[in-house]
């Protein structure tokens, strides 16, 4: 087979690995190697190049690896492809989510205009700038994705993934979901894009939303229980993991916690959506609710073990430090934690990514601290369905907290009434 055409069928192959309804990290490996090869094959290969930028935005796309390494890769490949053609539709997918990913959102959007004004065909791009505006916009801009979703779904009516975007633009993992009438629309797309076809990300989100903002713990249980026919794979990932070790503590129910811990070797959730990203975490709250003690504190070292390993790669990873700080407080080595955190605090009330107030309020959860919990608690309630008025109660984590005045004062204020 010539060089040329050998190069078309990898980037043809390796394009399918990330583009199908959902792709896992083995799916990026395979066709990350796949891309490589097509360039090595054909430098001259807009195509080529586009999907191996592809690749690397699909880290980041899915929240799996933001770290500079892959937003560079992903950019510098991108321009190859663009510089031989500047409307290379993969290469400017990959180039938005460089720089959604950067904070960029206005540019991010502008790129992802010209990618359909190239490709008014297109569906994945309408998708992915319908996810961009619904994800950082207000109502007004919310309804202009339904609208761009909405001209995707008569071009392809069975689009599942346009029908789970669709969803998010109600509820998601990070916002929506507190106004009853835009949780029903959201379980109503999730339920459409289901029927064409079940895949892991519509059922894990469809038993989050139930769970977190109905409190109905039983169909919750019950959508998850359909993912058991769902490959291994698929049930091993990150957020299939967090998701069912979460679901467990809210059910009190430490075997289905440690079950589903035991579908990974991995010991740390690369998923900036989730509620706890060291598996340690929700097993030690597993193993304290099941009055095993021991291994409970065991749980936390192993927590602590991990992070100082993450540390020594990232000294200055903030996330990373508080989550220490955290572990630290659980372990009642109380100065260390207060110095660590104290370290970290001042610097994200200047400058907060989205999650400081969740990870702030675990932080003095673990301590104890009411009153300190409290301003951060109130700010994190109601805004996302890990940590709804119907999920906090329930949650073991904030067992330190429950009696104190400041703690039962936010749990009986006016909430979302659902």
């Known amino acids: 087979m010539p060089a040329a055409a050998e190069s078309a069928a990898l980037t043809a192959e390796a394009l399918a690995h990330y583009v199908k309804l959902g792709f896992i990290r083995e799916d990026l490996a395979l066709a990350e190697d796949m891309a490589r090869r097509a360039t090595e094959l054909n430098s001259d290969s807009a195509a080529a190049w586009g999907v191996r930028a592809g690749v690397q935005a699909a880290w980041l796309q899915r929240y799996w690896d933001m770290s500079a390494k892959r937003r560079e890769d992903a950019q510098t490949y991108a321009n190859r492809a663009l510089a031989l053609d500047p409307n290379e539709p993969e290469a400017l997918i990959a180039l938005s989510h460089v720089l959604s990913s950067q904070g960029a959102y206005a540019q991010a959007e502008a790129v992802l205009r010209r990618a359909i004004a190239a490709h008014p065909r297109q569906v994945r791009m309408k998708g992915t700038l319908a996810h961009l505006i619904a994800l950082r916009g207000n109502q007004a801009r919310k309804e202009e994705a339904r609208a761009i979703l909405q001209d995707a779904l008569r071009l392809a009516p069975r689009d599942a993934i346009i029908h789970y975007e669709m969803a998010l633009t109600y509820a998601g993992y990070i916002d929506g979901g507190a106004d009853p009438a835009a949780l029903a629309k959201s379980l109503e797309e ?89 598996k340690a975490w929700p097993l030690a709250l597993a193993h304290r609710l099941a009055g095993k003690d021991n291994l409970s504190r065991r749980d936390w070292e192993d927590a602590e ?111 979302a009434g659902l």
């Open 305 to 415: 073990s991990v992070l100082r390993r993450r540390l020594h790669d990232q000294p200055d990873n903030t996330q990373y430090q508080a989550e220490l700080a955290i572990s630290l407080a659980w372990l009642g080595q109380r100065e260390a934690a207060a110095r660590i955190i104290g370290a970290v605090e001042p610097l994200w009330q200047e400058a907060p990514p989205f999650w400081s107030a969740e990870t702030l309020a675990r932080y003095y959860g673990a301590a104890g601290d009411a009153k300190r919990a409290a301003p951060y608690l109130a700010a994190a309630l109601d805004h996302s369905p890990f940590w709804s008025r119907r999920i906090v109660p329930l949650d073991p984590w904030w067992d330190k907290l429950r009696g104190r005045p400041e703690f039962d004062a936010l749990l009986k204020a006016p909430g």
């Open 190 to 278: 999730l339920d459409a894009a289901i029927a064409t076809q079940p895949f892991s990300s519509a059922l894990l989100l469809k038993a989050t939303l139930i769970g977190g903002w109905r409190g109905d713990l039983q169909t919750m249980r019950t959508v998850l229980d359909q993912g058991s026919s769902l490959p291994l794979s698929d049930r091993s990932e990150d957020r299939a993991v967090c998701v069912a070790m979460w679901a467990g503590l809210i059910e009190h129910r430490p075997d289905r916690v440690e079950s589903a811990a035991a579908l990974t070797a991995r010991d740390y959730f690369e998923d900036a959506v989730m509620p706890m990203r060291p």
